[in-house]
């Protein structure tokens, strides 16, 4: 089971990224995808998640509107848009698998995302 985060880095307040989280080893469409983060100091959060299919995603109250969750079963992989970044958007941001009900999870190593002028 693999779990790989890509496209984080250094971007300018307004700025956007959009980060990638392909999977492998699991049967990828059974699978909720959701994406934390977490910044020196401060707690795991959950910032979005998308149901296995695709058709229910949730954000934390601090990066709807800006943010959009979706996902590729064919590809087998998750994104993250995140535009008009801010400054308290930088953190490391991973990525989760989990059927929903269960106890099982796995994880992504992390990319990091730093957003300052």
């Known amino acids: 089971v693999q779990l790989v985060e890509s496209g984080g880095g250094l971007v300018e307040p307004g700025g956007s990224l959009r980060l990638s989280c392909a999977a492998s080893?699991?049967?990828?469409?059974?699978?909720?995808m959701s994406w934390y983060r977490q910044s020196p100091g401060k707690e795991r959060e959950l910032v979005a998640y998308?149901?296995?299919?695709?058709?229910?995603?949730m954000y934390v109250d601090s990066v709807k509107g800006r943010f959009t969750i979706s996902r590729d079963n064919a590809k087998n992989t998750v994104y993250l848009q995140m535009n008009s970044l801010k400054p308290e958007d930088s953190a490391v941001y991973y990525c989760k698998a989990k059927i929903f009900g269960t106890i099982r999870e796995y994880w992504g190593q992390g990319t990091q995302v730093t957003v300052s002028s």
């Open positions: 998308i149901t296995s299919g695709g058709g229910s995603t």
């Open positions: 080893g699991f049967t990828f469409s059974r699978y909720r």
